[in-house]
């Protein structure tokens, strides 16, 4: 089976949205399911006004048609409501072909960040670029929840996963005072991070990524370790040094770092809200606390092996099994497809 997906969100831009495509495609492969992606590497672009690291693509009808065609796709997914999936969304719809897509960023609250816009106008956007898809996946039951109270149709769960071997304890020193305090993902308003270093606290705050906001932060806070982008085994050996993991934002729907951090035995601080309250529950990983500091000292008392049994339950190879299940129970194959529909489940 092969299947395309649409996204305004690829390399290099460091996300959960690149993230989490990156890992279905690989984890896909054992299921006889192939991922071609059509992304802004295909297109001219140009710097998203307020966030220049992020590269926004002018598609044209034309060339999107010539590039899906190219693929002859199985079934065709829209990841992101961007100028991409706007118009690969136009292409189904001109000609009549199913399709599905997934909900990822709660854009309605980054937009408020940012401009004095409505939220109830981007919401209504929202409902209308879903409106039309076999089936809107959402990376938890309560965002699938929300979604439905607010009008979207055809809600499905698809539910994320991590990389366990790559996420894992390990005896690592960073040499910074203990306790260390962590905080990975972009360095943007939305990410909430002055809640986190306004805090008084003991030890180190350290933050991984970049960003619009970094450089401003960097002066204001300069007693905070700012470590820039990290990858890989160094990522992971971050995560393993530190002891608590603080997620100060309120607008993420899911968090891939809270599961990161976990499978890492770092327990975690946050607000109580919807995206690490979904991936949390009441599970003894985690302090959520309108009080982020109690938060983080109430973590220092979580048991890191709790953490760790925790996140061994998200696995990407279950992840990419949902996602196919969906299109495949929706019956977003398009026309004509036939002999490579129905793809290998291998246990």
């Avoid at 968090?255 to 995206?275: D, I, Q, R, T």
């Avoid at 925790?310 to 190879?317: H, K, L």
């Avoid at 099994?321 to 004509?336: E, K």
Wanted: glycine share 6%; with cysteine; aromatic share 10%.
């Amino acid at each position: 089976m092969r299947i395309l997906v649409a996204t305004d969100a690829w390399h290099p831009q460091v996300n959960g949205v690149v993230r989490t495509l990156t890992k279905l495609a690989d984890a896909a492969e054992g299921l006889d399911v192939a991922f071609t992606f059509l992304t802004p590497q295909s297109f001219r672009t140009f710097a998203m006004p307020s966030y220049r690291d992020v590269r926004l693509a002018m598609p044209r009808p034309a060339r999107i048609a010539r590039l899906i065609e190219e693929a002859r796709p199985d079934s065709i997914h829209i990841a992101t409501e961007g100028p991409i999936g706007l118009m690969v969304r136009r292409y189904c719809r001109q000609r009549k072909l199913p399709f599905t897509t997934s909900f990822h960023t709660r854009f309605p609250e980054y937009v408020r960040a940012r401009v004095p816009v409505p939220e109830s106008l981007i919401w209504r956007a929202l409902r209308r670029f879903h409106s039309t898809s076999r089936a809107v996946m959402a990376a938890t039951p309560a965002l699938a929840r929300e979604l439905t109270e607010r009008g979207f149709a055809n809600v499905v769960l698809w539910p994320r996963g991590v990389d366990t071997k790559l996420f894992h304890p390990r005896a690592i020193d960073l040499c910074f005072p203990a306790p260390v305090f962590l905080s990975v993902g972009r360095v943007s308003v939305e990410k909430n991070l002055e809640a986190f270093l306004d805090l008084d606290l003991p030890g180190t705050k350290v933050i991984v990524g970049d960003g619009p906001a970094r450089a401003a932060l960097e002066e204001a806070y300069p007693d905070a370790i700012f470590l820039g982008e990290k990858h890989g085994e160094e990522l992971a050996d971050i995560y393993a040094a530190a002891d608590v993991f603080v997620f100060p934002s309120k607008t993420d729907t899911f968090g891939l770092v809270l599961l990161e951090a976990l499978a890492s035995g770092l327990p975690v601080a946050a607000f109580p809200v919807k995206g690490p309250r979904d991936v949390i529950g009441d599970a003894p990983v985690g302090a959520l606390d309108h009080d982020l500091r109690n938060a983080c000292f109430a973590a220092l008392d979580i048991s890191r092996q709790a953490c760790v049994e925790f996140a061994s339950n998200y696995t990407w190879e279950a992840s990419a099994r949902a996602f196919v299940d969906s299109i495949l129970a929706v019956g977003a194959v398009l026309p004509g497809r036939t002999g490579s529909e129905q793809p290998r489940f291998v246990a």
